[in-house]
């Protein structure tokens, strides 16, 4: 299923930058398909490279997302000079994640590696986090947060709800 055609198409001549491979994971039980819409919602264009799979691409790299057995794989091509966009772009995703970047030579450029401790810092700074004791207690009795689901799934929901 493709997510979408739109955006600027990732041309590695175009830009005259060297171009970096890229091989990355972001590790547990995830979907490569939320992913890719993530990255469409980021302004990627993505379309479906296999059953699974799914190829996404912007002005500044082309990946291929795939799931497996540790994770979501990410591999491809970028832009050398846009790899700090690129890392932002799969910060904001909220996840851990680690990513290598190889040169045409094979030498490995630049490795990043997001861990949970770094997405906290990042979410919450030192200065604006809040105080336990003025923090909001935890509300017992409110429903639980649902990730988001498709049309389909909730009509069902509403349909075959008991009491």
């Known amino acids: 299923m493709d997510?979408?055609?739109?955006?600027?198409?990732?041309?590695?001549?175009a830009t005259g930058l060297p171009v970096v491979d890229v091989a990355g994971c972001f590790p547990g039980r995830r979907?490569?398909?939320?992913?890719a819409a993530f990255l469409v919602r980021a302004?990627?264009?993505?379309?479906?490279?296999?059953w699974e799979g799914y190829e996404v691409?912007?002005?500044?790299?082309?990946?291929e997302i795939e799931p497996?057995?540790?994770?979501?794989?990410?591999?491809?091509?970028?832009?050398?000079?846009?790899?700090?966009?690129?890392?932002?772009?799969?910060?904001?995703?909220?996840?851990?994640?680690?990513?290598?970047?190889?040169?045409?030579?094979?030498?490995?450029?630049?490795e990043v590696r997001v861990g949970p401790a770094e997405l906290a810092a990042r979410a919450a700074p030192a200065d604006l986090a809040v105080p336990a004791e003025l923090a909001a207690p935890a509300d017992p009795v409110s429903p639980p947060v649902r990730p988001r689901q498709g049309l389909r799934q909730r009509l069902t929901d509403l349909f075959t709800r008991k009491g």
């Open 57 to 63: 691409q912007s002005p500044s790299a082309r990946l």
């Open 43 to 50: 302004g990627w264009s993505s379309r479906s490279s296999s």
């Open 3 to 13: 997510l979408s055609h739109e955006g600027e198409p990732f041309e590695a001549d």
């Open 31 to 35: 979907s490569a398909a939320d992913l």
């Open 68 to 110: 497996s057995d540790d994770g979501v794989l990410l591999h491809g091509q970028a832009d050398a000079g846009r790899l700090d966009a690129l890392v932002a772009v799969l910060s904001a995703r909220g996840l851990p994640f680690s990513v290598e970047f190889y040169g045409e030579d094979g030498a490995l450029v630049r």
